[in-house]
């Protein structure tokens, strides 16, 4: 009985070490890492989570990479909910094989970004090669839209400084989020809903997915946007939320990197 009582309390002091030792590795890497935390200064490009203001505005966001089966139960959705505002991020292959839908998206007056054209981590790119393929995003998406995209969301949400100073280059602003829905991993509508109503802020950059491989985001979205207007909030496009004057000089975080390295460290 004492080698068990022994054993037992072995065993909750070794997953005590190993958290904390897994929380001090990602605080390191949060350090080392100075490319996924800037600060808006002047001269140096930075990504954007979210936008620092007391008004009640979210922005609801889209990527698409692949799928012919969601995007449009999705778009079917926010005509009935009256949401009028919402920013889609179109990768360019898709969009060019699903003109149609892009004009949808378009005709119920949605905003438009690029999702970049080969959906690869472009930090492994050369500067010449995420130029490339920037490019080819951008010419795409403009032929099929008639207007310019300026807002660029990475594929996989992959950047480093590099791709920061390439995408300043062309005249874009990069978008990320503060909070993931996680809706491709399909873990159930509720779960989506809670993740988003719990975690969402004003100012808030909302990630979710009209691609095939999230199955449940046109259930949960219907509940989502309910919640969230329950909660007095606003959906505005990403444009509208950069409007807000208190995004200049406010310190920006890549919270959701952040807490993946932590739960790849912790083995959570």
Same mark, same amino acid.
């Given at each position: 009985?004492?080698?068990?009582?022994?054993?037992?309390?072995?065993?909750?002091?070794?997953?005590?070490?190993?958290?904390?030792?897994?929380?001090?590795?990602?605080?390191?890497?949060?350090? /080392?890492?100075?490319?996924?935390?800037?600060?808006?200064?002047?001269?140096?490009?930075?990504?954007?989570?979210? /936008?620092?203001?007391?008004?009640?505005?979210?922005?609801?966001?889209?990527?698409?990479?692949?799928?012919?089966?969601?995007?449009?139960?999705?778009?079917?959705?926010?005509?009935?909910?009256?949401?009028?505002?919402?920013?889609?991020?179109?990768?360019?292959?898709?969009?060019?094989? !699903?003109?149609?839908? /892009?004009?949808?998206?378009?005709?119920?007056?949605?905003?438009?970004?690029? !999702?970049?054209?080969?959906?690869?981590?472009?930090?492994?790119?050369?500067?010449?090669?995420?130029?490339?393929?920037?490019?080819?995003?951008?010419?795409?998406?403009?032929?099929?839209?008639?207007?310019?995209?300026?807002?660029?969301?990475?594929?996989?949400?992959?950047?480093?400084?590099?791709?920061?100073? /390439?995408?300043?280059?062309?005249?874009?602003?990069?978008?990320?989020?503060?909070?993931?829905?996680?809706?491709?991993?399909?873990?159930?509508?509720?779960?989506?809903?809670? @993740?988003?109503?719990?975690?969402?802020?004003?100012?808030?950059?909302?990630?979710?997915?009209?691609?095939?491989?999230?199955?449940?985001? !046109?259930?949960?979205?219907?509940?989502?946007?309910?919640?969230? @207007?329950?909660?007095?909030?606003?959906?505005?496009?990403?444009?509208?939320?950069?409007?807000?004057?208190?995004?200049?000089?406010?310190?920006? @975080?890549?919270?959701?990197?952040?807490?993946?390295?932590?739960?790849?460290?912790?083995?959570?």
């Amino acid at each position: 009985m004492n080698n068990f009582f022994y054993v037992l309390n072995g065993k909750k002091i070794k997953r005590f070490f190993f958290v904390f030792a897994a929380a001090m590795f990602a605080a390191g890497i949060i350090y /080392v890492e100075s490319d996924h935390i800037s600060v808006f200064s002047e001269g140096n490009p930075s990504a954007v989570y979210s /936008v620092a203001t007391d008004k009640k505005v979210i922005a609801l966001t889209f990527d698409i990479s692949w799928g012919d089966k969601r995007t449009e139960p999705i778009l079917q959705v926010l005509k009935d909910k009256g949401v009028k505002n919402a920013t889609f991020f179109l990768s360019s292959p898709w969009s060019k094989t !699903h003109p149609d839908v /892009v004009k949808d998206i378009q005709t119920q007056g949605f905003e438009i970004g690029s !999702h970049g054209h080969k959906h690869v981590n472009y930090s492994t790119l050369t500067e010449e090669e995420i130029k490339e393929q920037l490019k080819s995003a951008h010419s795409i998406l403009t032929d099929l839209t008639g207007k310019e995209p300026n807002l660029l969301r990475l594929p996989n949400g992959d950047f480093d400084k590099k791709v920061l100073k /390439v995408a300043d280059s062309l005249g874009y602003k990069v978008i990320q989020w503060d909070t993931d829905s996680q809706d491709w991993l399909n873990k159930g509508v509720d779960n989506i809903v809670n @993740r988003v109503v719990s975690k969402s802020h004003p100012g808030d950059i909302v990630l979710l997915h009209a691609s095939d491989s999230s199955k449940q985001t !046109h259930e949960a979205l219907p509940i989502i946007i309910d919640e969230l @207007r329950k909660k007095g909030y606003e959906f505005v496009t990403v444009s509208e939320l950069l409007n807000q004057s208190a995004v200049k000089g406010s310190e920006v @975080r890549d919270q959701a990197w952040i807490q993946k390295q932590f739960e790849n460290a912790a083995g959570l």
